[in-house]
């Protein structure tokens, strides 16, 4: 069965409005949490690494105060997308690490933005 | 910058063809090569990669990591129409475990 899940797994909203994304483990504790995003016909890109009790670090180009990563439990991290525009409807994935050599990804959100 | 390219971008062949994907990479830290299978979702894992010069296998696909020449091929032996998909390369970094990806390799198996 699926050790990571999100939620939701589809979203459509106004543009201007906030969306929030969950990614949790599912019998595991994870201490790191990835997050990407793939526009249509792309490749994942990184956006931020989200690490439990700590601010998460975001990649070059990704707006922090309009991402807001939370990873306030080591079983769950949540992406916010605040005041969201069209151009921002994408395919939301976390990756999470289980160990050492062991990582999952969630089976995604897809954003649209009217 | 760490960067993680892949050929051909897109492949059309016969069900029944042999395919070779490609990907090179160069990165400041490399950790393993990781090649997924992604459709409609999210990618679905293949082959973790780390040394040089064995090859990985599950039924009909197999891989190989040359560390020196720093690329990766992705091979599928007997394609059939399932294996339509795009095929992604990524490497992970040590460290911080991140994955940088290729663009990925769209690939198409007609009937």
């Known amino acids: 069965g699926a050790v990571v899940s999100q939620h939701p797994s589809w979203v459509i909203c106004k543009s201007g409005t906030s969306v929030k994304i969950e990614c949790r483990s599912l019998d595991f504790q994870a201490t790191t949490m990835f997050w990407y995003r793939q526009f249509p016909k792309q490749s994942l890109m990184l956006m931020a690494t989200s690490n439990e009790g700590s601010k998460a670090t975001y990649e070059q180009g990704v707006e922090k105060d309009k991402f807001l990563i939370n990873h306030a439990s080591l079983t769950l991290s949540t992406l916010t997308v605040t005041s969201a525009h069209p151009e921002d409807s994408s395919f939301y994935i976390c990756?999470?690490?289980?160990?050492?050599?062991?990582?999952?990804f969630g089976p995604g959100t897809r954003l649209t933005v009217l | 910058e760490d960067k993680v390219v892949q050929s051909p971008l897109s492949l059309v062949v016969h069900e029944g063809d042999t395919v070779t994907l490609n990907c090179s990479y160069e990165v400041t830290n490399f950790r393993s090569l990781l090649w997924y299978k992604q459709e409609k979702k999210a990618p679905t894992f293949l082959f973790m990669l780390t040394s040089s010069g064995i090859e990985k296998k599950s039924g009909r696909l197999s891989s190989i990591l040359d560390k020196k020449e720093l690329f990766s091929i992705l091979n599928i032996t007997a394609t059939q129409t399932g294996d339509s998909a795009v095929y992604l390369c990524?490497?992970?970094?040590?460290?911080?475990?991140?994955?940088?990806f290729g663009q990925g390799t769209r690939l198409t198996i007609n009937p």
């Open positions: 990756r999470v690490l289980a160990g050492l050599n062991e990582q999952f």
């Open positions: 990524a490497v992970e970094l040590q460290g911080a475990q991140k994955l940088v």
